[in-house]
């Protein structure tokens, strides 16, 4: 009878741990999508945007990209992708799912000016 309440307990105990260990990752893994979006925002991802949808005279449509989708193209940013480095970042060669080779400038600025932001889109 001992030995069944030691197994039934330690069954239950192993089922709590991990039960909350899914409910920490899931609300850890949930404020950082909030993060995110907030840092998007106060960053310039707005204006970023908005100049995207506003220039109507390109030829290909801008499109703004996932951070999974540029980790893929720069192979999760590997030192032999590194086209050049400067004040704002370091740029990184990336070649997309269709074949299409792009630039991706990623920052290093923490702190960004309105004027920062913009230099950085442009």
Known sequence: MLIKISVGSSFAAIFLIVFL?????????????????????????ILLQ?????????TDQAKVFTIEELKRATNK????????????????????SDSRTIAIK?????????????QFIN
């Open 21 to 45: 260990n899914w409910l920490y990752f899931g609300l850890k893994k949930r404020r950082l999508m909030i993060l995110r979006e907030k840092f998007f925002k106060q960053n310039g991802g």
């Open 50 to 58: 908005q100049r995207i949808s506003g220039d109507g005279g390109a």
């Open 77 to 96: 940013y590997h030192d032999n992708r590194i086209i050049g480095k400067g004040g704002y970042g370091t740029v990184y060669n990336g070649i997309l």
């Open 106 to 118: 990623k920052s290093k600025l923490a702190d960004q000016t309105q004027t920062q932001i913009e």
